[in-house]
């Protein structure tokens, strides 16, 4: 069933098709919610923040209307609307983050010395993304991590998709910028170039 059917069951009744309809994106918006809240080191509250957003989603889905927007893009607009509202209540909203301590594992082949790099990389990366402003982050969150196109974050954050091609370009600029000391390796000019052509 297409999102648009499941929605129109829930809407006659069938309230338990919900619980379908949020099987598809509870992983995605969990992943987003929870990017959203690590400059803010609140990441703990990524779980409840999802489940507040399907709670709100649930409440409101009589008012959805897909002449509007997509459900997904309803959905994102939700959550980024309750992750922002949490933030404004902690009062350590803007200090930097600390790493994750998940970095991806390496290939065993590789020599500790470029596990380290490697480890290193993901560390500056996570922190370049995490010190730009909200709607820089939010923009390229949605298009690097959720592959969305232009038009979808534009509904999203609210702004026209112009507004958003500019938002990336300051984002990604601002992220090279942060890692210009890596940018010496051949290997790693080359995955920052794919990233820009997104």
């Given at each position: 069933m297409t999102d648009s059917q499941l929605i129109r069951e829930i809407k006659d009744g069938n309230v338990e098709m919900y619980s379908t309809l949020m099987g598809r994106y509870q992983k995605k918006i969990l992943a987003f919610?929870?990017?959203?809240?690590?400059?803010?080191?609140?990441?703990?509250?990524?779980?409840?923040?999802?489940?507040?957003?399907?709670?709100?989603?649930?409440?409101?889905?009589?008012?959805?209307?897909?002449?509007?927007?997509?459900?997904?893009?309803?959905?994102?607009?939700?959550?980024?609307?309750?992750?922002?509202?949490?933030?404004?209540?902690?009062k350590n909203a803007h200090q930097s983050l600390d790493d994750s301590t998940y970095i991806p594992a390496a290939p065993h082949e590789e020599a500790p010395e470029q596990r380290l790099l490697q480890s290193e990389k993901v560390t500056m990366v996570r922190e370049a993304i995490n010190s730009l402003p909200e709607k820089q982050r939010s923009a390229l969150i949605l298009r690097e991590y959720d592959g969305m196109d232009?038009?979808?974050i534009a509904n999203i954050l609210g702004q026209t998709v112009s507004s958003v091609k500019s938002l990336l370009f300051r984002a990604r600029a601002s992220v090279k910028t942060q890692m210009e000391s890596y940018f010496a390796e051949p290997s790693i000019m080359k995955e920052y170039e794919e990233m820009k052509l997104r």
């Open positions: 919610v929870y990017h959203m809240l690590k400059s803010a080191k609140l990441e703990m509250l990524a779980e409840d923040i999802s489940s507040e957003t399907f709670y709100k989603a649930y409440r409101s889905l009589h008012s959805f209307r897909e002449v509007d927007a997509s459900f997904s893009t309803w959905l994102y607009t939700i959550a980024r609307n309750t992750v922002l509202s949490e933030l404004r209540k902690q232009y038009q979808e």
